[in-house]
């Protein structure tokens, strides 16, 4: 079961990367049609999360696929209003909503790890 889902993971992985990277080529090679316009945009979100998920089902913490997809989220969506082409009336609060919970799930990751590595040293005296 875990190789299995560790070849999931990969392949999420991979496809996220692809739509974040070429979401045309993922889309006519997917559904034999070029993506424009916003279709890109809403493309590279799902590589996003694609890339998250895969993140998340690896082996290690969850919180580590939430953590992915709220910092890939927070920097995207930035940079989206910052252009200027693509803004809506709730992009802007949906940059500051997945900054505070990338922040938050950082901090929380951040100590988890703190901790790990305080009782692996303390075990070892």
Known sequence: MKKVLLLAAA?????????LI????????LLGAELAGVAVVVAR??????????VGCWPGPALLGMLTYNALGTGYFAWLA?????????LWPAV???????????RS??????????NNSSGKG
């Open 11 to 19: 392949g999420e992985i991979a496809t996220g990367l692809a739509l």
């Open 22 to 29: 070429v979401p045309s080529l993922v889309g006519r090679l």
């Open 45 to 54: 979100v799902a590589g996003i999360a694609l890339l998250a998920l895969g």
């Open 82 to 90: 910052l252009g200027g082409q693509y803004v809506g009336p709730l």
């Open 96 to 106: 500051g909503l997945h900054a505070i919970l990338a922040l938050l799930l950082g």
């Open 109 to 118: 990751w951040f100590r988890g790890a703190t901790i790990g590595r305080r």
